[in-house]
């Protein structure tokens, strides 16, 4: 296999990997509240909103000590621990208990800032300049596929379900705990990348840091603390440049609404009394919308930005525009069914 062939091949095994371990996870945090809700133990007092505000506020803080550990025990195997938290906090749905839900809440924020740390070296190492566009397209598209399968999966499964046993609950998350081993261990399947033809001196520098990158040296003449320290020391010093501060409005903004449509929206329809017994298979089709949507926006933005001879800002007005429009329907229709449900009476738009 020529090196942009192995390249290639290691984002397509990194882009599905990906695909079953976030089809897994994705999944399980659109269904994890009314899962809980549905619980006969009453033992168990967790709550799935109180356990995305741990994962995600862990997953920010440990963001500055993700590249320290990637430097020092390499992307791959930081992926495949990483996933192995991922599987451990969806098994935990099989026999729930609520010190356990926390720590595992914990447990997976450490293992997303590595994760997603190790994902980009990955990406990185296996593109050049001509290459990464193509090749965060393929990582994108793949991704967004555990949308699509996952939440296929809950609809098939919960179609018809008022309320959800606990036979229910152990088969959906004993098939999700398995699909997310699956992306764990292929992560295996990806490759040292092979440096690109060029002249010799510059052959032989090219190779010695993409092998440093991949996989941490077993020598202790290495020096990984010293590796560790000023990757730590990188990190630190980039979040107080003048851009980071800037972006970080935007990427806090980002993260309120990855919260909202990936827990709380579903949850609400779930709970949408107008829906009858078909509101908690809704969950499902409502992740398979937001799916398509995540692909296809990524899809035509990407192509806007690309051809686009005025700049970003028209391509982000659209963004701003189809924001505001979805939601608007959003807050017309858990607005509209809460007002159902207080009244007692049907509300009719036309």
Not at 57 to 76: D, E, K, M, R, Y
Not at 257 to 266: D, I, N, R
């Amino acid at each position: 296999m020529s090196p942009e062939g192995k390249r290639l091949f290691n984002i397509v095994v990194l882009g599905f990997g990906f695909m079953f371990m976030f089809t897994a996870f994705q999944t399980c945090g659109n269904i994890e509240q009314t899962v809980i809700k549905s619980f006969n133990n009453t033992e168990f007092h967790g709550s799935g909103y109180t356990s995305m505000a741990i994962i995600y506020g862990v997953f920010s803080a440990s963001n500055l000590i993700a590249p320290s550990v990637v430097t020092v025990i390499g992307p791959q195997l930081s992926m495949f621990f990483s996933g192995l938290l991922y599987s451990g906090y969806i098994a935990m749905f099989i026999y729930p208990y609520t010190w356990s839900f926390y720590t595992a809440s914990v447990l997976v924020g450490i293992g997303a800032a590595v994760l997603w740390t190790a994902q980009g070296n990955v990406l990185a190492i296996n593109s050049t300049d001509d290459t990464i566009g193509r090749n965060s397209g393929i990582f994108w598209a793949l991704l967004q596929f555990s949308l699509f399968f996952g939440n296929l999966y809950i609809y098939c499964a919960w179609h018809g379900h008022v309320h959800i046993t606990d036979k229910d609950r152990q088969t959906v998350f004993i098939s999700l705990t398995v699909i997310s081993l699956v992306g764990c261990f292929l992560f295996f399947l990806i490759r040292k990348p092979d440096p690109e033809p060029t002249a010799p001196s510059e052959q032989s520098q090219s190779q010695s840091e993409s092998s440093e990158s991949f996989s941490a040296a077993s020598s202790p003449d290495v020096g990984l603390c010293s590796q560790a320290l000023d990757a730590f020391g990188k990190a630190f010093k980039m979040f107080g440049t003048k851009e980071m501060l800037l972006l970080s409005l935007s990427i806090a903004y980002t993260g309120l609404e990855l919260t909202f449509y990936s827990g709380v929206y579903g949850t609400c329809i779930g709970a949408m009394t107008r829906f009858g017994q078909d509101a908690k298979s809704l969950i499902g089709i409502s992740g398979i919308c937001i799916g398509v949507g995540e692909i296809l926006g990524g899809g035509v933005f990407g192509m806007l930005n690309k051809c686009n001879r005025f700049g970003r800002n028209p391509v982000v007005l659209l963004g701003l525009i189809t924001h505001y429009v979805a939601f608007y329907l959003i807050f017309l229709n858990i607005a509209i069914s809460l007002l159902e449900f207080k009244f007692g009476c049907k509300i009719r738009l036309y």
